[in-house]
């Protein structure tokens, strides 16, 4: 799992680090909820990745139904 950082634009990444926007959960959801716009944040950060592939940063949609509760400020990830 990636490990998340406060973003700051000015500090020079290390080869094991990414800059990404992450969409989060504005509120608490309960599982079953309908997302609305203002249920999705943005949260600039920068993560630790060892992997070759690009880190999932597909952006949370509105319409999108929640598969199990989610806390405040936890990332939205597509559905699989």
């Known amino acids: ?21 992450l969409t989060v959960a504005a509120r ?6 309908t997302l609305r716009a203002e ?3 943005r949260r600039d950060t920068v993560i630790v990745w060892r992997w070759n592939s690009a880190p999932d940063t597909t ?4 319409g999108w139904v929640t598969r199990r ?12």
């Open 69 to 80: 509760a989610l806390a405040a400020g936890e990332v939205l990830r597509a559905p699989a």
């Open 59 to 62: 952006p949370a949609l509105p």
């Open 28 to 33: 608490a959801l309960a599982r079953g909820e």
């Open 39 to 41: 249920d999705i944040a």
């Open 1 to 21: 799992r990636a490990q998340e950082q406060p973003a700051d634009s000015t500090t020079p990444l290390r080869r094991d680090q990414r800059r990404v926007t």
